[in-house]
């Protein structure tokens, strides 16, 4: 079983009993919520997976939901709006604000099922580039102030004798710098080092 879930935001619970027996025949976790607040109140952003939800719910509407998930600094889950007939401008209003994907009443269950799946890659792929990411931070967090000025006049293209004269250093003491540089960012080349430095500053 996949260690994703679907996050199934619905007030009509026949509705959302007949999602979860479809999610769960493809061998995915389901969690059902009843109203968008319990859904607040319930979601771990750190569960892999996808939110599929009803845009027209009393209270909260899936649009208010996705406003307030949006607001978080916390990682956005990807979003499946299922819309009634006559709901489908308000959905691709919500795709625009950032939802992943949206599916019109009556929907078919295969072409349901193949957005979720596509939802979950996506979640996946997100999740892992921050995973990256925050790897990255962690080793650039472990460089001194020094090895990290050396590290930009590398990055910068200035080889070792112009570093040293540029911090009043000596060319032996930058190679070390540059050593350990090399050493705590596991970087294999140069090459390597200037990639992983656009992609800390990026990040």
């Not at 260690?3 to 619905?10: E, L, M, P, R, Y």
């Not at 990256?132 to 070792?160: K, Y």
Request: aromatic share 6%; hydrophobic share 45%.
């Amino acid at each position: 079983m996949s260690d994703a879930t679907v996050f199934i935001v619905d007030d009509d619970q026949a509705v959302a009993r007949s999602l979860r027996w479809l999610i769960e025949t493809v061998r995915l976790r389901v969690e059902t919520f009843a109203s968008a607040q319990a859904f607040l109140d319930g979601y771990d952003a750190s569960k892999p997976g996808c939110l599929v939800l009803d845009v027209r719910m009393p209270g909260m509407s899936g649009l208010e939901l996705q406003e307030r998930l949006a607001a978080r600094r916390s990682y956005h889950v990807p979003i499946i709006f299922i819309t009634g007939h006559g709901d489908v401008q308000m959905a691709v209003r919500a795709v625009q604000a950032g939802a992943f994907d949206f599916v019109e009443k009556p929907f078919n269950d295969q072409d349901l099922l193949d957005r979720i799946q596509r939802a979950i890659a996506h979640d996946a792929g997100r999740r892992g580039k921050e995973a990256q990411r925050a790897q990255l931070r962690s080793l650039f967090a472990g460089l001194t102030p020094r090895e990290r000025e050396v590290l930009d006049l590398v990055v910068e293209g200035l080889s070792n004798k112009a570093i040293a004269n540029a911090l009043g250093l000596s060319a032996k003491t930058v190679e070390v710098h540059r050593a350990k540089v090399m050493e705590k960012l596991h970087a294999r080349s140069l090459s390597d080092l200037v990639k992983m430095a656009m992609q800390n500053q990026a990040a």
